[in-house]
């Protein structure tokens, strides 16, 4: 009967046994299927009711994070900003965050990656500074990573700007404090957050980048059509980095024009290349070169490197690339300072000194030589005159930055002088760029000592008789340190 469609048919029970039981059972079943059938629709009503208020929840938890993504990027795009003003230069961004989201009609992006650069002055100098960084966590942790860098760095511009005791600074210091303050802020949040970043500085007259690396991918350089990278080791941790005190390497390069230097987040790297036909596992591309290719096939244009990374893979992650174009060429003498330079020669093989020097002098008053500098100081030398000597260098060291030598040479001779400060400064920039110098180590220590800072005069000589325990200079300087 019930399979007729009478569902208040019921087995009838006369026993206590198996047949008794069964029907119980049976009867149990019947009453509910006559319960499901009779009220289907009011289930199914409730149900409907139940999933939609779920949903209605759902999405308004969607809306508040969309809103809460919306405002963080509304915080971050102005931070994230190129303001380099520079005849001889260029910087250019490409800037794609992988979490996409609309928040009230508004499509917008977030994530971690950052791209900064301004123009500074420094000790009267014209220099470009930039940053090209990638905050780790997804999402709002990443972009959490992107505001507290571009927050503290664009204060450190503003503050370059208002303090003349920040732009009376070395550029190796002035990247040594900016590191030192980064790390700091990142540190305090105790490891939950960190972002590996090239910082550096350019300076347009000289042509020379200083930069430090704080685990982020290798910088290329794009010179006639080919592209290399700029180094293959990374010396620091990521920013932000808790219980590891590594010392800080600031690295030089000498441009060229025409060069060009990408700089690029992992994004450039991480990209999906296909599925393994057997485990059905993504395959990601785990060669870094691979980036060097895309680079000379889109002729260093950054849109056209983008979209050779898209023809071979799906981008996976944020990604993030800054080009620095140098345009300046090498200037070389005109003809009338080349007549007098070599005037200038002839009188020094004479050795009339001082007629040399006043023509030496002629040269470097209208154009830079490296050449007649180095002539102008052997003048000096030859005649005694340490203290002009010292000036000499030290001009010679502002035209020239990329040799350091000639930074050494410049902190020996103010150190004759007994201008300690300055000699403890040009020493110090030796030493964040060629930490190994051993020279400069004994030099540096013994200034220092010289400037009553022995416990950072016995920290240097330490790390000298690290690389020469034999040294008879710097045993001797040990033992007056004792």
Excluded at 148 to 170: K, T, W
Excluded at 218 to 226: E, F, I, M, S, T
Excluded at 351 to 378: G, H, I, M, P, T
Aim: contains cysteine; proline residues 2%.
């Amino acid at each position: 009967e019930i399979n007729q469609g009478n569902l208040g048919a019921r087995a009838q029970v006369k026993s206590s046994d198996e047949i008794g039981r069964l029907s119980l059972t049976f009867n149990t079943m019947a009453d509910s299927i006559k319960d499901h059938t009779e009220n289907l629709e009011e289930k199914v009503q409730q149900r409907t009711h139940e999933l939609n208020q779920a949903f209605e929840e759902v999405n308004k938890l969607k809306t508040q994070q969309d809103g809460d993504y919306f405002l963080t990027s509304l915080l971050i795009k102005p931070l994230l900003i190129n303001r380099v003003k520079s005849q001889k230069s260029r910087v250019e961004f490409f800037l794609k965050q992988k979490k996409d989201f609309i928040f009230r009609n508004r499509h917008s992006e977030i994530g971690g990656d950052v791209n900064i650069a301004h123009s500074i002055t420094l000790r009267g100098k014209p220099y470009l500074i930039f940053v090209n960084g990638d905050a780790m966590g997804k999402s709002l942790q990443g972009a959490g990573g992107a505001l507290v860098m571009g927050a503290v760095f664009n204060s450190m511009i503003s503050r370059n700007s208002l303090l003349s005791q920040s732009q009376d600074m070395a550029p190796e210091i002035w990247l040594s404090e900016c590191y030192q303050e980064l790390q700091q802020i990142f540190e305090a949040f105790d490891g939950s957050m960190m972002i590996s970043a090239i910082v550096g500085l350019f300076d347009e007259n000289a042509g020379l980048m200083y930069y430090f690396n704080a685990e982020h991918p290798w910088p290329v350089l794009y010179r006639d059509g080919h592209a290399e990278f700029m180094e293959e080791e990374t010396s620091l941790r990521k920013l932000g980095t808790v219980g590891f005190s590594e010392p800080l390497v600031i690295r030089t390069f000498q441009l060229q024009g025409g060069d060009a230097v990408i700089m690029g987040s992992d994004g450039k790297d991480d990209l999906l290349i296909g599925v393994d036909e057997n485990s059905g596992l993504k395959i990601v591309n785990e060669n870094e070169r691979l980036f060097l290719n895309q680079v000379e096939k889109g002729e260093g244009d950054l849109l056209k490197i983008v979209e050779q990374l898209k023809i071979l893979g799906e981008l996976t992650d944020d990604l993030s690339l800054l080009k620095l174009s140098y345009g300046a060429e090498q200037e070389s003498l005109d003809p009338e300072n080349e007549q007098i330079k070599r005037r200038g020669a002839q009188f020094f093989s004479e050795q009339k000194y001082q007629l040399a020097l006043e023509e030496f002098r002629k040269v470097l008053a209208s154009q830079k030589d490296r050449d007649c500098y180095q002539q102008a100081a052997l003048c000096l030398k030859n005649l005694g005159e340490k203290g002009q000597l010292a000036l000499l260098l030290e001009e010679s060291a502002k035209a020239f930055p990329a040799d350091r030598n000639l930074l050494y040479q410049t902190s020996l001779a103010f150190k004759k002088e007994k201008s300690y400060e300055k000699a403890l400064e040009y020493g110090l920039r030796v030493f964040l760029t060629e930490p190994g110098h051993l020279n400069n180590l004994i030099n540096l220590s013994d200034l220092y000592r010289l400037s009553g800072q022995v416990v950072e005069a016995k920290k240097i000589s330490a790390q000298a008789a690290l690389l020469d325990p034999d040294n008879k200079h710097l045993a001797r300087l040990i033992k007056m340190l004792e």
